[in-house]
């Protein structure tokens, strides 16, 4: 199992950088290449394109053209109409109310989309900051776990000795050997811990399949917590980015109705026309020419039989507003739930963190309690390197408390929407 691990950590350091980060320098290069976030600014680059198709109708185009033909007869081209040399046409929206309700609604779904970039923001710093963590508590643990190995082959060597010598029974040789395999075990456990949390992290900030991104040493200040837990429910249900999304898509689908029922106004436009002939089509024809000729008016539409279908499309689109409806509401509901859970495990974790702290303190002034009575000769000193690999125990069961408190602590920014300006 050790030659394993110690190969995978080979190959992963031969073919791999490794880059040491702050959190927030991790953080500043998540939000600026991570794939989820640059995927959510696609679509809403697609969705601000979309306006401009949208508003494409009320904006005037002019086509111009000009073509030969063989003519037997009366002159006229392929239409019908006079043949002209050059031919020019426009022709623009002046009032069409159900595509200016599709402009609403694609100005509305470029909000939508801006709330999905910052959702997605959100939960990459999550996974982020949930990563460097774990990479940090690998990298302590480690340094705990190799630390505890030291002391108990330090126990090991003084228990052969007293074996060989006759002082001690054979099987407390084998305990002692068995305590070292343990630690070595512990430490190859910690190792794939970490290389897996450097690894996952790196790929989160959008980095190659094989690069490392490695916690750096820093003096971090703990996570801050709204003071009202009942104040943070009701700030993290104004803010939350999921019902911005759903009220979104629901003004979406009421601009949608708007739409349909606007299918029976008239729509008003602007159309010109410009030719310009030539003498010879007319000379035989007509008695008089005139070579430039246009024409400038209105057109009006009026829908006179609409049909069942618009009737049916506002009914579904009611259907979708319902739902829409249920799902603000069971997300109030978890908001409101998940908040109130994720408190719970705060103070949970601090009363854990807590007593891991007490008991380390208590393993502490025990070694020193130990180290004094070395001196002193009335005690091993295989029995002060026990007290220090238990110290190195307690600094274990130390880190992952607080490990799990910071993680705590950042599952309640999440859900307050409060993580990206906390961890800034």
């Given at each position: 199992?050790?030659?394993?691990?110690?190969?995978?950590?080979f190959?992963?350091?031969?073919?791999?950088?490794?880059k040491?980060m702050?959190?927030?320098?991790?953080?500043?290069?998540a939000?600026?290449?991570?794939?989820?976030?640059?995927l959510?600014?696609?679509?809403q680059?697609?969705?601000?394109?979309?306006i401009?198709?949208?508003?494409?109708?009320f904006?005037?185009?002019?086509?111009?053209?000009?073509g030969?033909?063989?003519?037997?007869?009366?002159?006229?081209?392929i239409?019908?109409?006079?043949?002209?040399?050059?031919?020019?046409?426009t022709?623009?929206?002046?009032?069409d109310?159900?595509?200016?309700?599709?402009?609403?609604?694609?100005n509305?779904?470029?909000?939508?989309s801006?709330?999905?970039?910052?959702?997605?923001?959100?939960?990459?710093?999550?996974?982020?900051?949930?990563?460097?963590?774990?990479?940090?508590?690998a990298?302590r643990?480690?340094?705990?776990a190799?630390?505890?190995?030291?002391?108990?082959?330090?126990?090991?060597?003084?228990?052969?000795?007293?074996?060989?010598?006759?002082?001690?029974?054979p099987i407390?040789?084998?305990?002692?050997?068995?305590?070292?395999?343990?630690?070595?075990?512990?430490?190859?456990?910690?190792?794939?811990?970490?290389?897996?949390?450097?690894?996952?992290?790196?790929?989160?900030?959008?980095?190659?399949?094989?690069?490392?991104v490695?916690?750096?040493?820093?003096?971090?200040?703990?996570?801050?917590?709204?003071?009202?837990?009942?104040?943070?429910?009701?700030?993290?249900?104004e803010?939350?980015?999921?019902?911005?999304r759903?009220?979104?898509?629901?003004?979406?689908?009421?601009?949608?109705?708007?739409?349909?029922?606007?299918?029976?106004?008239?729509?008003?436009?602007?159309?010109?026309?410009y030719e310009?002939?030539?003498?010879?089509?007319?000379?035989?024809?007509?008695p008089?020419?005139?070579r430039?000729?246009?024409?400038?008016?209105?057109?009006?539409e009026?829908?006179?039989?609409m049909?069942?279908s618009?009737?049916?499309?506002?009914s579904?689109?009611?259907?979708?507003?319902?739902?829409l409806?249920?799902?603000?509401?069971?997300?109030?509901?978890?908001?409101?739930?998940?908040?109130?859970r994720?408190?719970?495990?705060?103070?949970?974790?601090e009363?854990?963190r807590?007593?891991?702290?007490?008991d380390?303190d208590?393993?502490?002034e025990?070694?020193?309690?130990?180290?004094?009575?070395?001196?002193?000769?009335?005690?091993?000193?295989?029995?002060?390197?026990?007290?220090?690999?238990?110290?190195?125990?307690?600094?274990?069961?130390?880190?992952?408390?607080?490990?799990v408190?910071?993680?705590?602590?950042?599952?309640?920014?999440?859900?307050?929407?409060?993580?990206?300006?906390?961890?800034?």
């Amino acid at each position: 199992m050790q030659k394993l691990v110690l190969f995978l950590l080979f190959v992963c350091t031969a073919f791999s950088e490794v880059k040491t980060m702050t959190l927030r320098q991790a953080l500043e290069l998540a939000l600026a290449q991570n794939p989820d976030i640059i995927l959510a600014r696609l679509d809403q680059q697609k969705a601000r394109e979309q306006i401009t198709i949208a508003r494409d109708p009320f904006i005037p185009k002019i086509y111009a053209g000009s073509g030969a033909a063989k003519t037997f007869g009366f002159p006229a081209n392929i239409g019908g109409e006079a043949p002209s040399i050059l031919n020019a046409k426009t022709q623009m929206q002046l009032f069409d109310r159900p595509q200016s309700l599709q402009v609403a609604q694609a100005n509305e779904s470029l909000r939508g989309s801006a709330v999905e970039v910052g959702r997605q923001q959100d939960e990459v710093a999550f996974r982020v900051a949930s990563l460097y963590l774990d990479a940090e508590q690998a990298g302590r643990s480690l340094q705990a776990a190799q630390r505890e190995s030291e002391n108990l082959v330090h126990v090991l060597e003084y228990v052969q000795a007293r074996v060989a010598d006759g002082r001690e029974l054979p099987i407390e040789g084998h305990k002692a050997d068995l305590a070292v395999r343990k630690a070595k075990n512990t430490i190859e456990s910690f190792s794939l811990d970490l290389l897996n949390a450097e690894m996952s992290l790196a790929q989160v900030l959008g980095m190659k399949p094989d690069d490392r991104v490695r916690a750096a040493s820093e003096d971090r200040a703990p996570l801050a917590l709204p003071v009202s837990e009942d104040q943070s429910i009701s700030e993290a249900i104004e803010s939350n980015r999921d019902l911005k999304r759903l009220e979104s898509n629901m003004q979406v689908k009421m601009l949608e109705i708007k739409g349909y029922k606007a299918q029976r106004l008239p729509k008003v436009g602007v159309i010109a026309q410009y030719e310009l002939f030539a003498k010879y089509y007319y000379q035989n024809f007509y008695p008089a020419f005139q070579r430039n000729s246009g024409q400038l008016g209105v057109s009006i539409e009026v829908p006179v039989l609409m049909g069942r279908s618009s009737g049916a499309y506002v009914s579904q689109a009611e259907q979708d507003i319902a739902k829409l409806r249920v799902e603000v509401d069971r997300t109030r509901t978890r908001i409101t739930a998940d908040l109130r859970r994720a408190f719970q495990e705060v103070k949970r974790a601090e009363s854990a963190r807590d007593f891991a702290r007490e008991d380390l303190d208590v393993a502490r002034e025990q070694v020193s309690i130990d180290l004094a009575r070395s001196d002193e000769g009335r005690l091993p000193m295989s029995a002060v390197e026990q007290s220090r690999a238990i110290e190195q125990e307690k600094w274990l069961a130390y880190y992952e408390s607080q490990h799990v408190l910071e993680r705590a602590r950042l599952n309640v920014m999440k859900q307050t929407g409060t993580l990206l300006a906390g961890l800034k």
